[in-house]
């Protein structure tokens, strides 16, 4: 299980739109629609903000939203808040009922 | 709503065993619609999943990890637990808890706070 590669950093303007990609293979990403976000700022527990590839769950606004296409998954953050300035992490299942993280993203808010 | 909370020692000599313990609140780990299962996140690093856990006490472990890694359940107390042996100063990391709703989807709906384990002598 190797851990699933993300861009190390993105920024963006407040109200501009970034777009996180993570790839893996064909044995998570690829071969399962069960990839989620998590959101985690300094200090703090994860976030769950993107399940089943691109289901939000309650209370996660609407700007975040998630895709995949082959091995590779993306989560776009649409209008850019300050407050979404954080550390953001996909998640694959993988088999065998466990998973494996992406190797994180920072995103900066100009 | 679930709440979990980690519990354990914060400082664990090289070589011995690390063991943690969760406990569950606002729901039952008895649950058939939950799996259980612990990640950690090294100071600086990314996140990494450990294991989980059914209610049937069926454990599942990141190959990398799974020689020295051990996750039980009490259903009795609403715990679960992680043991990890032989433990060196790369193990020093965040432990976190965690419920993973697995039944009709895999991912992490709640997570505890965390708790900082230190390998050091």
């Known amino acids: 299980q190797s851990a699933l590669t993300q861009s190390r950093s993105v920024s963006g303007s407040p109200g501009q739109s970034v777009t996180i990609s993570c790839t893996g293979t064909?044995?998570?990403?690829?071969?399962?629609?069960?990839v989620s976000w998590y959101q985690q700022h300094p200090g703090k527990a994860p976030k769950l903000m993107i399940y089943?590839?691109?289901k939000r769950p309650s209370g996660v606004p609407d700007r975040f939203s998630g895709s995949k296409s082959g091995n590779t998954a993306s989560l776009t953050i649409s209008g850019l808040q300050a407050e979404d300035e954080a550390d953001y992490y996909c998640c694959s299942y993988a088999g065998s009922y466990t998973s494996v993280f992406g190797t994180g993203t920072k995103v900066t808010v100009l | 709503q679930l709440q979990l909370q980690e519990s354990g020692p914060g400082l664990v000599k090289p070589s011995e065993t690390l063991s943690l313990t969760c406990t569950v609140s606002g729901g039952s780990i008895s649950s058939s619609s939950y799996y259980w299962g612990w990640i950690r996140q090294p100071p600086g690093k990314g996140l990494e999943w450990i294991g989980t856990?059914?209610?049937?006490?069926?454990?599942y472990y990141n190959p990398s990890l799974k020689s020295r890694v051990t996750i039980s359940a009490d259903t009795s107390k609403n715990q679960f637990s992680l043991k990890l042996s032989s433990v060196t100063a790369t193990d020093t990391a965040v432990y976190y808890c965690a419920s993973v709703p697995g039944v009709v989807r895999w991912d992490i709906d709640y997570w505890g706070q965390g708790t900082l384990v230190t390998v050091s002598s």
């Open positions: 089943d590839v691109s």
């Open positions: 856990i059914y209610y049937s006490g069926n454990a």
């Open positions: 064909s044995s998570d990403v690829g071969g399962y629609n069960y």
